[in-house]
């Protein structure tokens, strides 16, 4: 059996990523963005969403650019 998560997310396990949103027409489409992802309790394990368009970022990568699914 796995721990329970903590009740305070900023306890949550995270990790820095790098997301891109890839949508066609999106203001944000191709550019970069940092930030702290914490995991989730379902898969995927981490998710991210565009703040310009509100899709799903798919794009998911480690600062040194690896994959993250």
Known sequence: MTEPYP???AD???VT???VCRIPGCRA???PFEGVY???LEPPLYRGQCG???QPITDLRSTEGVPVA
């Open 29 to 31: 489409e191709g550019i």
């Open 12 to 14: 949550w396990p995270s």
């Open 7 to 9: 009740t305070e997310i």
């Open 52 to 54: 310009q368009c509100g």
């Open 38 to 40: 914490f995991e989730n």
């Open 17 to 19: 990523l790098t997301a």
